[in-house]
């Protein structure tokens, strides 16, 4: 059995986006940036409206910087360190034609779909840290247009892995 890394979000989405096709990300290249981190999903209008470099009239892919997570006792000697991750794949739609704005969002879903596999795949084979990826843990929305008519697909996540929190004497006081 292989040994199991600690999953990292932005350099497995970085990899995500340069090989999927529909996103060929490629990094700092005017016209080819396509994956974009921004601080929180909050922030992804602002970020959208006010970039200095553009989204990509194809398909940007947006992580979020930060994320959330909680601890689970699991009545045991182990906690489970609940990781909750979102990516958002969005695409440039007519924002007036409602027919066109649901062949945008189909397709962002099927990209989502893509990614998804993807990461199905790696979990099995025991790669890039997604041993402890809940397959039952996705959750998508639909992202309205904003900005200049974008709009896609929100995704969340959970990659569940063990606490590991161990006291260190030294950092207490007696």
């Not at 959330?68 to 991750?85: K, P």
């Amino acid at each position: 059995m292989l040994p199991r890394v600690p999953f990292n979000f932005f350099t497995y989405f970085e990899d995500i986006a340069k090989k999927h096709v529909d996103i060929a990300h490629i990094d700092n290249t005017a016209g080819n940036k396509a994956l974009f981190i921004v601080p929180s999903i909050n922030d992804a209008f602002e970020f959208i409206s006010n970039s200095t470099q553009p989204l990509p009239e194809t398909t940007a892919l947006l992580i979020q910087e930060g994320y959330e997570g909680n601890v689970l006792e699991t009545n045991s000697n182990n906690e489970i360190d609940r990781q909750f991750y979102q990516f958002w794949v969005l695409q440039h739609s007519p924002g007036d034609d409602a027919n066109a704005r649901r062949a945008v969002f189909n397709n962002c879903k099927a990209i989502y779909r893509q990614i998804k596999a993807r990461m199905r795949i790696d979990k099995v084979n025991n790669v890039k840290g997604l041993y402890f990826l809940d397959l039952n843990s996705f959750t998508y929305t639909q992202v309205p247009p904003i900005a200049d008519n974008y709009m896609g697909i929100a995704v969340t996540f959970m990659v569940a892995e063990p606490d590991g929190s161990t006291i260190d004497p030294n950092k207490w006081l007696p």
